[in-house]
């Protein structure tokens, strides 16, 4: 059977703080101690409510930042985002900065993915101006993060987009890359 088959059949369900904690133990749980497991695992206070599945992504936003005008006020770090959004694809990092245009209001939005932009272009971008969010793909954040590009430091929010499934019908997690 091809995964997409498998997939096909199986309805969308909204993720919980259980598969990310699954997905990091059979990532890191072959080369790790017991104890290095232990820390692995992430408290309930960590998450945010999930979204159902009912919410365009603007009103999830909204509901889970209640006080994003204020954060966005006082973010004054180069090199740093409020809320970090990841994404499987580029297309789909765009398609979702679309869709917060209610949320965002004045801030700035950056765009953290390779598709026609070079990660220096990036670095630089980053470096000159003070953004609020960031959408982008695991792999671009990563180098990033890697390169002292992006400081995770300010970062209050990190949002997976975890239910969205591309034309492979594949969810971010589903990618072996990711």
Known sequence: KKISDVLEKSAPKPGVPADLQNLLTQHFGENRSVIEKEELKLSDSCFLPVNDLTHSFSSYLKEICP??????????????????????????????????????GDCRVLKLFAKHIKIKEQMNMLEKGVFHIGVGTPGR??????????????TKYMILDWNWRDQKLRRMMDIPEV
Do not use: P, Y
């Open 141 to 154: 954040v990563k180098a990033l993060v890697e390169q002292d590009g992006l400081c995770l430091n300010s």
């Open 67 to 104: 006080k994003w005008a204020k954060l966005r006020k006082n973010h004054k770090e180069k090199k740093s985002v409020v809320i970090l959004v990841l994404c499987s694809s580029a297309l789909r990092s765009l398609e979702l900065i679309k869709s917060m245009t209610a949320f965002k």
